[in-house]
């Protein structure tokens, strides 16, 4: 069996000293002149030295942690702000710890008790609930940062979507094209302020007008998309009438459920009925007829939201910012 390599072999065969090599290892490079580094670099990949995380953490306040608290990692949207939080710390000292709630609050807080637990030095969170309150658990001087989705009041930062605003946009179209009711399908808002950006964008928008907005809560959708013959039971007569409508779904999963079921039911789109929505996945311009929708961008947001943990991490001044990521309205022929 080989000796395991130590910081004291790598400190000899670089002719530098122990603190210099755990200033490296640590990311602290002031005053060590790039030869320095490239030689202690390359001799770290010559003997493939990997540093003992558990004794560093113990010589210093930090454990090179991260927690990740997700709600679904089913979902298309979420796996794809994991894939920009993991490309964005790959480069760095941290290690992930991911955690899914599966959509249960108990779970979540459980999980988040788990981070917590590990000592982690930061916690990138997408909540399941609104309320601060719920969130009591979190030492107030733990650097969190919200994604998607934020609490009231905002007392981590955040990082989400443009949601009032494509949700305004995508309104506007609605008016144009002469539609006279539109049917909001939505998992409950109540939790979300995803959601209630989305609704309060509709809202502004057709406020005056002779427009009709009706509500359709489903379940939350687990999975890429959702089926559920209550869907087609809660939104079949709006299709059967005479007056003109568009449903619009609030994330992927609702968006591809509702194009299939009316596709199963012979319903025409946009014909009979319109079909617009948030494209989580992305695939909105391969279902036919070509989805009008709104495309987000989770893994700018994912990254965003881990450049910003590091920082706060690291610079020990964290504000409760808002960042907006802009997403894209997409026009085909689903409206």
């Known amino acids: 069996m080989n000796k395991k390599v130590t910081i004291n072999d790598i400190a000899k065969l670089t002719g530098v000293s122990k603190s210099t090599i755990s200033n490296f290892l640590n990311g602290k490079f002031e005053g060590m002149s790039e030869k320095t580094r490239n030689r202690i670099q390359d001799k770290i990949k010559e003997l493939d030295y990997r540093p003992n995380r558990q004794a560093r953490a113990l010589k210093s306040s930090y454990s090179s942690l991260i927690g990740i608290s997700v709600t679904d990692i089913s ?19 941290y290690h992930t710890i991911i955690m899914n709630s599966d959509l249960d609050k108990e779970y979540e807080r459980y999980n988040i008790e788990k981070l917590l637990d590990e000592k982690v030095d930061g916690i990138i969170i997408q909540p399941l609930s609104s309320e601060s309150t719920d969130y009591k658990v979190i030492d107030a001087s733990l650097p969190i940062v919200q994604v998607d989705r934020y ?71 687990q999975g890429v998309f959702s089926t559920s013959q209550k869907i087609w039971n809660n939104i079949r007569d709006f299709c059967e009438d005479d007056i003109k409508t568009v449903i619009y779904a609030f994330n992927g999963g609702l968006l ?44 700018k ?9 590091v920082n706060n991490i690291e610079s020990k001044k964290p504000k409760a910012e808002l960042i907006v990521v802009e997403s894209e309205l997409k026009i085909r022929n689903s409206l």
């Not at 979902?75 to 480069?91: A, D, F, I, P």
């Not at 319109?274 to 494209?279: E, K, L, P, S």
């Not at 947001?301 to 943990?309: R, T």
């Open 75 to 93: 979902n298309l949207y979420t796996s794809r702000l994991l894939k920009g939080m993991m490309e964005r710390l790959q480069n760095t000292k």
């Open 301 to 309: 947001i994912g990254y965003q939201a881990a450049d910003l943990l």
């Open 256 to 299: 591809y459920g509702v194009v299939k079921i009316l596709n199963d039911k012979n319903i025409s789109i946009p014909e009979q009925v319109g079909v617009v929505g948030y494209d989580d996945g992305a695939l909105g311009e391969l279902i036919s007829p070509g989805l009008t929708s709104i495309v987000q961008d989770p893994i």
């Open 151 to 221: 609490l009231q009041p905002l007392i981590w930062p955040a990082v989400v979507s443009d949601n009032l605003e494509q949700s305004q946009l995508l309104a506007e179209k609605i008016k144009e094209g002469g539609y006279q009711r539109i049917v909001v399908l939505t998992p409950p808002m109540l939790n979300s302020s995803t959601r209630l950006s989305r609704y309060e964008g509709i809202k502004q928008v057709i406020k005056g007008s002779k427009i009709e907005i009706e509500e359709i809560y489903t379940e939350e959708v």
